[in-house]
């Protein structure tokens, strides 16, 4: 499977939002289906404070606040071949662990559209010159339809057991993607807790990967211990 880096020049949300590749509820992607947009009254839902416990974070672009962990209402698209949008759209956050880790849990801000299929695949991967490998070494279906895509702040979270083992100072990716015959249509949300500092992000089309470096990332966060 050929896997592709290219750089962007042009900001993912300055798309036009004169034609949709989808739409449904308020909701609807950009022309080329990568990104989901929310353009209708925020619904906040009252979801109680997630469970950090007590092992550090080895990687966290999820804000831990009871609110605004993460921008409502944009989100890269994550959707199934047999979706309403036609395609499987998968995403990628990746990141660099500071020193030698386990990480123990994984939780992502994925919000649900529509589709008989309510699940996706959380996965940690290895990196292959800047994209995801494809061959995780963690990797399972969590159900999503908790949360509509357009309200916040619910998340979907997961312990890794065994604990898997990383690298400090080797890229690593947390991936989001869906079943063969899946018709789901999902969004993973853009973060809010650094709007700063770029990060690598990754999406799949086609089957190949594509990454550059955002200054928006994904929400989601990577707990474990640190030996």
């Known amino acids: 499977m050929k896997r592709t880096i290219v750089v962007l020049s042009v900001v ?45 974070w080895i990687f966290q672009l999820l804000d831990p606040q009871p609110k605004g962990r993460y921008f409502c209402c944009y989100g890269e698209t994550i959707s199934g071949a047999n979706s309403v949008i036609g395609a499987a759209y998968w995403g990628g956050q990746g990141f660099t662990p500071a020193s030698n ?88 949300n853009f973060e809010v807790f650094d709007e700063v500092d770029n990060t690598n992000i990754a999406y799949n089309s086609g089957g190949t990967w594509y990454s550059y470096s955002y200054y928006l990332g994904y929400s989601v966060s990577a707990a474990g211990t640190v030996p």
């Open 101 to 188: 880790s386990h990480i123990t849990s994984v939780k992502a801000a994925i919000g649900y559209v529509e589709g008989t299929y309510t699940d996706v695949i959380l996965s940690i991967d290895l990196d292959c010159s800047g994209v995801p490998c494809g061959t995780p070494v963690w990797s399972k279906k969590v159900t999503v339809s908790g949360t509509t895509f357009g309200s916040c702040c619910g998340i979907v979270s997961h312990g890794v057991k065994p604990p898997v083992a990383v690298t400090g100072g080797t890229q690593y990716w947390i991936t989001a993607t869906t079943e063969p015959t899946s018709d789901i249509w999902a969004a993973w």
């Open 12 to 56: 993912v949300l300055a798309l036009s939002l004169t034609a949709f590749a989808a739409e449904k509820n308020g909701v609807s992607t950009s022309p080329d289906g990568r990104v989901t947009y929310f353009h209708g009254a925020m619904a906040g839902v009252n979801h109680p404070s997630p469970d950090l416990g007590n092992d550090p």
